[in-house]
Nanobody, 128 residues
Framework: QVQLVESGGGLVQPGGSLRLSCAASGFTLDDYAIGWFRQAPGKEREGVSCISSSDGSTYYGDFVKGRFTISRDNAKNTVYLQMNSLKPEDTAVYYC?????????????????????WGQGTQVTVSS
């Protein structure tokens, strides 16, 4: 059974850091492109970052560039999202997703339609 489980969310003060983990079971994560998305109350789910399976290309939304870093640990079958310099507007439920679909443009992996498998999400709250 294919399963993705996010962890690492929580409450952090502005300027702080969190590292989210996306652990896979039932499949080998390095065969898949992985995306991180977030959804704040009343807003649409948006692509935060993604990493391809083919060459490790990455995408970051403009709102997180320079602050967030996506990485893989294939030995642990886990993908991470390191989040630094967090802002109150980063508050949301963060989801990871996986897909075997191939897109020539890394930006296409920032769209929700690109993904077949989703985790349940982890809450990130940035507040003083």
């Amino acid at each position: 059974q294919v399963q993705l489980v996010e962890s690492g969310g929580g409450l952090v003060q502005p300027g702080g850091s969190l590292r989210l983990s996306c652990a896979a079971s039932g499949f080998t994560l390095d065969d898949y492109a992985i995306g991180w998305f977030r959804q704040a109350p009343g807003k649409e789910r948006e692509g935060v970052s993604c990493i391809s399976s083919s060459d490790g290309s990455t995408y970051y939304g403009d709102f997180v560039k320079g602050r967030f870093t996506i990485s893989r640990d294939n030995a642990k079958n886990t993908v991470y999202l390191q989040m630094n310099s967090l802002k109150p507007e980063d508050t949301a439920v963060y989801y990871c997703a996986a897909t075997l679909k191939y897109y020539s443009e890394i930006d296409d992996y920032s769209r929700t339609f690109a993904y077949d498998y989703w985790g349940q999400g982890t809450q990130v709250t940035v507040s003083s």
